[in-house]
């Protein structure tokens, strides 16, 4: 199997992160993609996990297992982070996250949506799962970086998130998107310490030229079963 989705009847979630080099001498910008990731699917909460077990498969988790080991494949005797490097994270569709359910949102009138605040689904919205949404992931990343906690004894600095592009947006109004920006931009309940300061927040971008019938929820698809991690 290739991993990839079957056109005629499923789609998935597909991330990215490119890192994207200033040639000052050419007066250019150089862009490379690092890693690749597709994935929709998570372990259920309600079955008990083993510890061998990746419970999140979300795309934008096992984008960042992939970034990883692209950095541990940089690793030399030394490791000095490009200041003229910036890194851009890109993702095909909304990350998954309760966001319509917050108070403010004009939509939010009944009960129901109250009580389904603190579920994780990912898009075909299927079992729930115990790991934090993907929102609330990159909200972190924008504040930890990258690099996870064992790599930055080499990076010695967090690597930031420069840029987030956010395709199939063609229907996403103002309030929705200043509700995102809003989400992405808070520190998360999880971090009771942060040693780092945060120079700026990352550029938030809503592409509506990206569309990819792969990578749109249908109703007359289910989402794809397997991943791929590049």
Not at 30 to 36: G, H, N, S
Not at 159 to 173: A, D, S, Y
């Amino acid at each position: 199997k290739s991993g990839k989705p079957d056109p005629n009847s499923e789609y998935t979630v597909l991330a990215a992160i490119v890192c994207d080099h200033k040639n000052h001498e050419k007066g250019s910008i150089e862009r490379k993609v690092v890693a690749l990731s597709t994935g929709t699917k998570c372990y259920p909460s309600n079955q008990s996990s083993k510890d061998y077990l990746i419970v999140d498969s979300h795309a934008e988790s096992l984008l960042k297992r992939a970034f990883k080991r692209y950095l541990i494949s940089q690793l030399d005797n030394e490791f000095k982070i490009d200041n003229n490097l910036g890194i851009s994270l890109f993702i095909s569709q909304l990350p998954c996250g309760s966001l319509q359910r917050w108070k403010g949102d004009p939509n939010y009138v009944s009960n129901e949506t109250q009580t389904d605040r603190q579920m994780n689904r990912k898009p075909g919205r299927g079992e729930t799962c115990h790991k934090p949404p993907c929102i609330r992931k990159i909200a972190k990343w924008i504040y930890m970086g990258l690099q996870g906690k064992r790599l930055l004894e080499y990076t010695k600095q967090p690597i930031c998130i420069n840029n987030i592009v956010i395709g199939n947006c063609g229907q996403l109004g103002e309030y929705d998107q200043q509700m995102i920006k809003d989400l992405l931009s808070l520190d998360p309940n999880c971090i009771t310490y942060n040693p780092f300061e945060l120079n700026s927040l990352p550029q938030i971008k809503f592409c509506k030229e990206f569309r990819n019938d792969l990578f749109i929820k249908s109703d007359e698809k289910q989402s794809a079963p397997t991943a791929v991690v590049i």
